[in-house]
């Protein structure tokens, strides 16, 4: 495992540095300087190490591999400067979100930047490049409608968790999906090998983000490197609130009615842990982390193991 987190590092390392040499021009400084600070945050790049890993087992040209993965972490960085302005969270990465450091408006119109630099990077993709688009931006527009949702769920006590999961399949597995099929879509590859890479990355997607929901309850913000609670001072439907509000209503208000804004992580940990909450949360997302490890199963005469071991990695994650 640790030769693995040696690759982990040197990949992230390298889509650091290749983030770093994208021309950003100077002027206009309120365009340009928040896109790049956007851009040299320190993000954990699990989508492009995602796209890299899976280029290794198909044999791709790393430098396609590369603008992929590069296309993908500033399609990701966009939905992040808007969702931070939508949320009102004011760390992100470790550093001031842009809305925070500068304003609202420079944020809007940086999301937009960083997008257009996502499409323009893709362009450069010289096969099966029309299929490449197709699958990128329905997978954007899949991501608008998850965020959509989330913010149509805020404080609407009658979403189950059908719908919760309906909603993070669209805003976290839409992105993980097209991180997991564009290299093969590009090496042009059967449908059926798509399919398998398409379910992994859902089913990956969604025990990624209920891991992320237990760690804005279990960990801390420095470690985290963004605001922690912000998602039940907003009224946002999680898993654990879901499963709170329907098996324990009265004792659920009562904590929510009560808490002052310092107490309510910690109220609201200490329930769900008294509950069962947070372990029933806990084996749900291990269940689609297993999901995502039998579709790996059905990929023949490709070598997965580095996948696999990049499933632990997010599954153990504490950051």
């Not at 709170?244 to 209503?249: C, E, G, H, K």
């Not at 909450?277 to 193991?305: G, P, Q, V, W």
Request: neutral net charge; hydrophobic residues 35%; glycine residues 6%.
């Amino acid at each position: 495992m640790i030769e693995f987190q040696e690759l982990i590092n040197f990949i992230r390392k390298e889509v650091n540095k290749s983030l770093g040499k994208i021309p950003i021009p100077k002027t206009p400084a309120y365009l340009y300087d928040p896109i790049r600070y956007s851009i040299k945050g320190s993000g954990k790049r699990f989508r492009p190490i995602l796209v890299h890993l899976v280029g290794r087992a198909h044999n791709l040209d790393p430098n396609i591999i590369m603008n992929i993965s590069l296309s993908i972490e500033l399609l990701h960085n966009f939905t992040l400067i808007h969702d931070d302005i939508m949320d009102k969270d004011t760390m992100r990465h470790g550093q001031k979100t842009i809305h925070a450091k500068w304003d609202k408006s420079a944020a809007i119109l940086a999301g937009d930047g960083i997008f257009v630099l996502s499409q323009i990077i893709l362009s450069s993709i010289p096969k099966n490049s029309n299929e490449i688009f197709s699958h990128f931006n329905k997978a954007t527009l899949e991501i608008c409608e998850g965020q959509a949702l989330d913010k149509e769920f805020e404080n609407n006590n009658k979403i189950k968790e059908e719908q919760y999961l309906d909603m993070i399949d669209k805003k976290t597995g839409a992105l993980l999906s097209i991180s997991s099929t564009l290299g093969p879509i590009y090496n042009g590859v059967d449908h059926n090998l798509i399919k398998y890479y398409n379910n992994f990355g859902r089913s990956l997607g969604k025990g990624f983000q209920l891991h992320d929901d237990l760690l804005e309850i279990t960990s801390n913000q420095k470690k985290m490197g963004k605001t922690l609670g912000s998602d039940l001072a907003e009224g946002k439907q999680t898993m654990m609130v879901i499963k709170a509000r329907n098996s324990f209503p009265n004792e659920w208000n009562d904590i929510i009615e009560k808490s002052n804004e310092t107490e309510l992580i910690s109220n609201c940990k200490k329930f769900f842990i008294e509950k069962g909450i947070l372990e029933k949360t806990r084996l749900l997302a291990e269940s689609y982390f297993n999901d995502a490890r039998d579709n790996l199963k059905n990929i023949k005469n490709i070598n997965t193991d580095e996948l696999f071991k990049f499933i632990d990695l997010l599954e153990k994650r504490t950051f």
